[in-house]
């Protein structure tokens, strides 16, 4: 990989720690009002089931607050985060519930001025002892629409430049008292701005970084867009944690996660399907043997590439290419291995028989052969 991944300082954060070497962690929010707890457990299983590794949900008021407890005992090891905006005392209280994170943004904890005076400072303060004496990490969260006023009239905007010194003037001020387990994020609406701030502020610090285009928008589209910005970063090494802001169903927020986490190369933790589009040559129904492939694979975790292509134009060349291959002729397909013409299969076993190859490939990685 041409960047290397952004030294970081490591954060505990529960049973994981955010940084350093550490695996990059998927994240998502639930969509549910957290003190209707029968509606977020729901929420979370499912969001759990897609293999979700830190649960965030938002805290609007004190029931929300309250509730954080019983939300971690159903959450159990894996680490649950309390979104906190405006009210410094949901996030005390999440700390008492046992919440494993806080993300709050100081810029709208700030006191009735609207700039981060000692009012907003002295709350801050107070949030961040009682996360220190309890071991828990903070996210600060800066968004481009909660940008003090001050850097705002300094800037004109929320530009890069008045997102980093937000986020800078944030760190500098958990660090004054004594806090030290920290992590940012800046987001904005303006994915250029989003991208320049994180790549100012990671030059400057070192500290780990969630990364998330915010109100990305529906599936689709609002994939497509979080994986470039998400993607941009990630291939520069930044990005510790990912979050990816879809609306609608949390499953496909977290596989589109994974998703970008693979095309980019910084964590793969399961095979890779490479399929090719179809044209007119196809010679076999493709659709459906990627699909059964995909199905019969889903347990493994051992990182490959399986190759399946529809004709024998392109196909061997590129099936060649993957750890294991396939490609179509008519009503039958040509079996490759690392390059290596294996045999040919019949369509109808074709599933079967990249299934079996897959296993043993997946055997010889974990055995080291
Ligand atoms: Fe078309 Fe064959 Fe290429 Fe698939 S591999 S897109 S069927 S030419």
Redesign the pocket.
Known sequence: MKFPRRKTREVPCGKLVIGGNHPIRVQSLTTTKTSDLDATRSEIRRMLDAGCELIRVAVFDIADAQALGEVKKFVGDVPLISDIHFNFKFALQAIDQGVDKVRLNPGNIAGLSGTFDTVGRERVKRVAEKARDRGIPMRVGVNSGSVEKDLLEKYRWATSDALVESALRHCEFLESVGFRDIIVSIKSTNMESCIEAYEKFGEQTDYPLHLGITEAGLPGYGTIKSAIGIGTLLRQGIGDTIRISLTGDKVLEVEAGFDILKATGRRIREPEIIA????G??AIDLEKVVNEVKDRVKDVSVPMKISV???A???PGEAAEADVGIAGERGRGMLFRKGKFLRRVPEEEMVNELEKEVRLIAAEKESGS
Do not use: E, F, H, K
Request: charged letters at 10%.
């Open positions: 090719c589009p179809s044209c040559r196809i292509l529809g004709c134009v392109n196909g």
